[in-house]
């Protein structure tokens, strides 16, 4: 591993995980100082919302930044990935500043159904040159809509019944475990930018620690499956990741909910079989891919075959 590839990996690694780390270390901090003041501050509740979601936003956003220009139209399937991150995190910032948002779900829901239609949208009309205009391609462009409203429900789930650092390190797993089969998908940038999601929510997982009991907030979910869709449309739509790799990404949001579907279940019981569900499945997409990974990541193979975002003029 040569010096440009080391300072690039600790970018990717050191950056996003003191992001995380220290955003929910600062917020949490203020907000216990004001909630020693007063109990029931609703300031110090918004601080407590918004700390998780600007860790892992700065985090993913730094990263993504770092490899191709964000532009409005045009451009690759990352260039437009950017825009659509963008608009996911202004969004979370509100829903999390915002206490409607949080206490009543029609408010949190009818936003993200604007949200929602706005990505898909942007992303019909971008991508017209791979994917000819057609029922088909509505079709997928509906299904993938669905499936991000079911991955918020899933999520809002996660949050609301899981205190901050299970939950942190349940999201944290699907972008760790699964890099392999991300990278292998052609998409270069994609999981690069994955490894800055998954150490920013390490980060938060580890700061999570000295807050405990608190909850992560439903905000960071929006940013989570956008991030995931993102991964799912440049990995397998444009890119060349295999079918059943998509749909088990895709499903790694319902899996985190199933233990708590299992009465018997409770506490650290419940979190360790969360984890080994979705570090199974992971697994399964990502061993064949491990060696071409590790080839790229230690410096034996460039990796520069695999991104094939250059096509996309």
Request: net charge positive; charged share 15%.
């Amino acid at each position: 591993m040569n010096e440009a590839q080391l300072r690039e990996g600790l970018l990717n690694v050191a950056v996003p995980g003191l992001f995380g780390a220290l955003s929910l270390l600062i917020t949490f901090w203020i907000a216990s100082i004001m909630r020693k003041k007063d109990e029931h501050s609703k300031f110090a509740k918004k601080l407590e919302r918004l700390g998780p979601v600007l860790g892992l936003s700065a985090a993913y956003i730094t990263v993504l930044a770092i490899y191709p220009t964000l532009k409005l139209t045009g451009g690759s399937a990352s260039d437009r990935q950017g825009v659509i991150v963008i608009a996911a995190v202004l969004f979370a910032i509100i829903e999390s500043l915002t206490s409607r948002a949080t206490v009543q779900p029609t408010v949190r829901w009818f936003g993200r159904l604007i949200l929602v239609g706005g990505i898909l949208g942007y992303q019909y009309v971008s991508i017209r040159r791979q994917w000819a205009p057609g029922t088909e391609t509505i079709a997928w462009h509906a299904g993938i809509g669905l499936w991000m409203l079911f991955a918020f429900g899933a999520l809002d789930r996660l949050s609301t019944k899981t205190t901050i650092t299970p939950a942190a390190l349940s999201l944290a797993v699907v972008p760790m475990l699964a890099l392999p089969s991300i990278f292998n998908a052609g998409a270069a940038s994609n999981w690069q930018v994955a490894m800055g999601v998954g150490f920013s929510l390490v980060g938060i997982t580890l700061a999570g620690l000295v807050f405990r009991g608190r909850s992560i907030g439903h905000a960071i979910g929006t940013v989570y499956i956008v991030w995931l869709s993102g991964v799912l449309v440049a990995c397998h739509f444009v890119s060349y990741m295999p079918l059943w790799h998509a749909c088990v990404l895709a499903a790694t949001p319902l899996m985190m909910v199933v233990p708590e579907f299992v009465p018997k279940l409770k506490g650290k019981a419940e979190a360790g079989v969360r984890f080994a569900l979705l570090a199974a499945a992971c697994i399964a997409i990502s061993w064949a891919s491990v060696p071409s990974f590790m080839d790229a990541l230690t410096g034996k193979s460039s990796g520069d075959e695999f991104d094939y975002y250059g096509m996309v003029e």
